[in-house]
Nanobody, 130 residues
């Protein structure tokens, strides 16, 4: 059974940092991608970043460029999302998703949408507040 476990969320002050982790189990992808999304209260889920399984090349949405960084540790089957310079507007539930058929750069600059991912983690809450 494919499982994604997101963790690392919490309460952080504006300007602070967090590192989210997405641990994958039950599958080994030879291709495809893993993405990070977030959903703020009252808003639609938005894509933040995508990393290719094959070559570990990262791709970012505008909301993530310059402050967030996606990386992968294939030995640990874990993908990370480093969040820096956090703002109150970054408060949201953050989700990771994976799919063996997703191509991060299929329609640049747009990232793959949420409907393209088959597997999802449960989400981890990030609250940015003083």
């Amino acid at each position: 059974e494919v499982q994604l476990q997101a963790s690392g969320g919490g309460l952080v002050q504006p300007g602070g940092s967090l590192r989210l982790a997405c641990a994958a189990s039950g599958f080994t992808f030879d291709d495809g991608a893993i993405g990070w999304f977030r959903q703020a209260p009252g808003k639609e889920r938005e894509g933040l970043a995508c990393i290719s399984v094959l070559d570990e090349v990262p791709y970012y949405a505008n909301a993530a460029k310059g402050r967030f960084r996606i990386s992968s540790d294939n030995a640990e089957n874990t993908v990370y999302l480093q969040l820096d310079s956090l703002k109150p507007d970054d408060t949201a539930v953050y989700y990771c998703a994976a799919d063996p058929t997703v191509i991060c750069a299929l329609t640049p600059p747009e990232l793959p949408g949420e409907r393209e991912y088959h597997y999802w983690g449960q989400g981890t809450l990030v609250t940015v507040s003083s």
